[in-house]
């Protein structure tokens, strides 16, 4: 079975670009959180999508932000007019929903704002 | 909302000694405990988790146990080995609507010196 995957791995923007980052799901998932990590700190959840919706975004900061799942294809997270502090590794993780509490993590877009 | 402290920060033992990480948490609605291992340049792997309807599970050489009264739970690792340094994050998790929203611990860097 294919794990999460996720793309580009490794992204670098100037400032004031659009970085767009994807994330493939686990076959069979329609779940999909995406997070961000900053160097040596823990993972701070963004935002939580099912298929076509967007369930919650109260981790995500409401303006230059973005994250989409649509009914085909994979799950974008956007980020508009990058500034240096985006810089961060950025996760996506996916489960099945349907009362499975566990996700499973991608290897993360690690996103450089030059 | 939830938070979770996670200590030590950082961790070395020798090869075969155990290793125990301990985390608090604050929502006492949280009912889902997952631990995650993440090697460098990777993304988090689940490695073990706990419900709250159990004190205590174990698979191998790791165990957690939970503590819900006191709102604490730790990893343990015995017999540990070089391949197991890297850095272990706790997170908790309430049921929010359906889904599993969850908060990670700060990480401990677990280094087992051979």
């Known amino acids: 079975n294919a794990g999460v995957m996720q793309n580009p791995r490794h992204l670098v923007r100037r400032r004031g670009q659009e970085a767009r980052l994807r994330c493939s799901p686990m076959?069979?998932?329609?779940?999909v959180y995406w997070y961000r990590q900053l160097p040596e700190e823990g993972l701070k959840f963004m935002v939580y999508?099912?298929?076509?919706?967007?369930?919650?975004e109260s981790g995500m900061p409401k303006e230059r932000f973005s994250a989409e799942f649509p009914k085909e294809g994979p799950s974008i997270l956007r980020i508009q007019q990058v500034v240096r502090g985006d810089s961060a590794a950025y996760f996506c993780a996916s489960s099945p929903g349907q009362g499975v509490l566990e996700q499973y993590f991608g290897p993360g877009t690690r996103l450089t704002v030059t | 909302g939830e938070n979770v402290e996670q200590h030590p920060s950082t961790l070395s033992v020798q090869e075969g000694d155990s290793a125990v990480i301990k985390c608090t948490y604050s929502?006492?609605?949280?009912?889902?405990f997952p631990w995650y291992k993440q090697e460098l340049g990777k993304g988090p792997q689940l490695i073990i988790d706990?419900?709250?309807?159990?004190g205590e599970k174990k698979d191998q050489r790791i165990a957690v146990t939970l503590n819900k009264t006191a709102k604490h739970f730790s990893l343990h690792i015995t017999e540990t080995q070089p391949e197991d340094s890297a850095v272990y994050f706790c997170a908790a998790s309430p049921n929010s609507g359906g889904y599993q929203k969850v908060t990670f611990g700060t990480g401990t860097k677990l280094q087992v010196i051979p």
């Open positions: 706990i419900r709250s309807n159990v």
């Open positions: 999508l099912q298929k076509e919706n967007i369930i919650d």
């Open positions: 929502d006492s609605a949280s009912n889902y």
């Open positions: 076959k069979g998932h329609s779940h």
